[in-house]
């Protein structure tokens, strides 16, 4: 079946630096989502790509969808301490369900 | 507040006790998804419902795990005799109908299977 791997799985960063996590999917992907889940919490909704080569910006993040459509990645500019927690990657087939990363926790000391 | 809530938020029970969870997605979404989710992983995905149909449940599944959404409301899963392996947290997610659209999550259910 599908399998989605991320990588690094944690990331320790002095504020400030930049951080990138990359996403890799086993099939081609109809879209890909991003998610962040901070520390006791539940994963919340980033952003989503759907074309090849996609990018987009929120702000300091930047997240690109590759032209084959199996992988992307996520770029933190300058991370700040509120950045911290763990981002996943969610890649959704055709077929209705999301298959999530096992995501990348990161870690900002001030 | 995601408008996702879950109930109850912990469950504590012994191995071999039936428990079943509720969710109650945000109202005018018609898709409703259950994921697993273990420390250091990404949630995994058991089943998934468009209105009251169940469209799709993950092979990892076993028989003890069953899920409902009766109205194509609310939804129910049900973990008949459990076991020490379902300990995780259990996560409901919404969503409009169409792929393109993001994934509200619940707050999720903590099992403790003893």
């Known amino acids: 079946g599908q399998q989605v791997m991320q990588i690094p799985q944690y990331q320790h960063v002095q504020e400030g630096e930049d951080f990138t996590t990359y996403c890799n999917s086993s099939?081609?992907?109809?879209?890909i989502q991003w998610y962040k889940q901070r520390p006791g919490g539940h994963p919340v909704f980033l952003i989503q790509?759907?074309?090849?080569?996609e990018v987009k910006k929120q702000k300091r993040l930047t997240f690109q969808f590759g032209e084959a459509k199996k992988n992307s990645s996520l770029h933190i500019t300058a991370t700040q301490t509120t950045d911290v927690g763990t981002y996943f990657c969610?890649?959704?087939?055709?077929?209705?369900?999301?298959?999530f990363g096992d995501g990348t926790t990161l870690t900002v000391k001030p | 507040d995601t408008g996702v809530s879950q109930d109850p938020r912990h469950k504590i029970t012994k191995r071999g006790q039936n428990v079943t969870f509720r969710c109650d997605p945000i109202?005018?979404?018609?898709?409703l998804y259950w994921y697993r989710q273990t420390l250091g992983q990404g949630p995994e995905f058991l089943t998934y419902?468009?209105?009251?149909?169940?469209?799709?449940k993950s092979r990892l599944l076993s028989d003890r795990f069953s899920a409902e959404r009766p109205k194509g409301s609310f939804s129910t899963l049900e973990i008949q005799r459990t076991e020490q392996g379902d300990s995780a947290m259990y996560l409901c997610?919404?969503?409009?109908?169409?792929?393109?659209?993001?994934?509200?999550f619940g707050p999720g259910t903590r099992l403790t299977v003893l």
């Open positions: 997610a919404s969503s409009l109908v169409d792929s393109v659209y993001e994934q509200f």
């Open positions: 099939t081609t992907l109809s879209n």
């Open positions: 790509l759907v074309k090849s080569g």
């Open positions: 969610a890649g959704k087939t055709n077929a209705g369900k999301s298959t």
């Open positions: 109202s005018e979404h018609n898709r």
């Open positions: 419902f468009q209105n009251e149909a169940q469209l799709e």
